[in-house]
């Protein structure tokens, strides 16, 4: 997974915690990002990985998980 950005950390992914697992990107993950000019957008991410985490110190190797957030925006103003 490669990831470029400007003005930010680099390389820089959060990890994605379910009940007591925990997900971060794989050696095959790929995240993609899209902005509408109106703020709206769509996030996905494919990939994502369970790793050890203080709530789980045996992480499944076969545990994965693909995702998709969408947001839209909205003027509030009077």
């Known amino acids: 997974m490669v990831h470029t950005t400007t003005g930010r950390l680099p390389d820089s992914f959060p990890t994605l915690a379910i ?37 789980n110190s045996n992480p499944d190797p076969n545990a994965q998980v693909d995702l998709t957030v969408t947001w839209t925006c909205q003027d509030v103003s009077n």
């Open 19 to 55: 009940g007591d697992r925990t997900f971060e990107r794989g050696e095959t993950a790929t995240a993609t990002a899209e902005i509408a000019a109106d703020g709206s957008g769509t996030f996905t991410a494919t990939g994502l990985v369970e790793i050890a985490s203080l709530q």
